[in-house]
């Protein structure tokens, strides 16, 4: 392995630290609910590797004890999570040259979203390639670990799960603030915030998330010419096209 290598690994470990914090708390959270709800460590890490979706996992639970039909999981899946459909649009360029693909696409939580469309993550990168495969893959293994590990506790230290799924809400929180702090232009998170707010009074909460995705998509749409909106990190990597080794 060269030093070049062991590098990437190192700046992509370090840049998932966050995330392995809140993802081994979160992951605990659900395999302890899980477990709760009397599905077994098999569930738990069939359900980490196979779904790899904190809140549809969450969802996934009322799902399976209250017997939902396929039509209504698939449903509920698809609003849970229509989120990745407008924001994985964003990576369309810039996972083009990236192998392998489909495991890159699969594992792009809100979270490695937010890490590899960091500002200054990729200075002095040698393979972006390596990078963003390692923070994907750190990640997923992140989540499978705290959702076996929380299986595994639930079923020897049994104690009451109320407000452990508020964890999940914790994490977007503390995402949302460090992408706040580490970008200049804010004006795709004041976008995100008042579709949100505007959706949630006219709609409601149990029916707002999709049209206030799409308001987001199209006013991002319509702003996407202003610099750090759609893909912060075009503005720091104009010039840069011998920075790569892919």
């Known amino acids: 392995m060269t030093n070049e290598t062991k590098s990437d690994l190192r700046r992509a470990f370090t840049a998932t630290l966050p995330v392995l914090t809140g993802y081994v708390v979160l992951g605990m959270g659900f395999g302890v609910i899980l477990r709760s709800r009397g599905y077994g460590v098999l569930w738990a ?34 609003a849970v999570n229509a ?36 500002d200054t993550g990729t200075e002095g990168i040698h393979s972006r390639n390596l990078y963003f495969f390692c923070i994907s893959l750190f990640n997923y293994l992140y989540w499978i670990t705290g959702s076996v590990a929380g299986s595994l506790l639930g079923a020897v230290l049994p104690f009451s799960t109320e407000g452990i799924d508020f964890a999940l809400t914790a994490l977007f929180l503390t995402v949302f603030t460090e992408q706040w702090l580490s970008t200049k232009n804010h004006t795709a998170a004041l976008v995100g915030i008042l579709a949100s ?50």
Not at 95 to 117: A, G, H, Q, W
């Open 45 to 78: 890490a069939a359900m980490s590797v196979l779904i790899y979706a904190g809140s549809m996992q969450y969802a996934a639970m009322d799902l399976l004890t209250g017997g939902a039909s396929l039509i209504t999981m698939a449903l509920t899946t698809l």
């Open 83 to 118: 989120r990745h459909l407008f924001y994985g649009i964003s990576m369309v360029d810039r996972y083009r040259n990236m192998k392998p693909k489909p495991f890159l696409i699969f594992t792009l939580t809100d979270e490695t979203y937010s890490l590899v469309c960091s």
């Open 197 to 246: 707010v505007l959706c949630l009074l006219l709609i409601g909460p149990e029916k707002f998330l999709i049209p206030a995705m799409l308001l987001i998509t199209l006013a991002l749409t319509l702003l996407r010419k202003q610099p750090g909106i759609t893909n912060p990190s075009d503005e720091n990597t104009a010039g840069k096209g011998g920075a790569d080794h892919d």
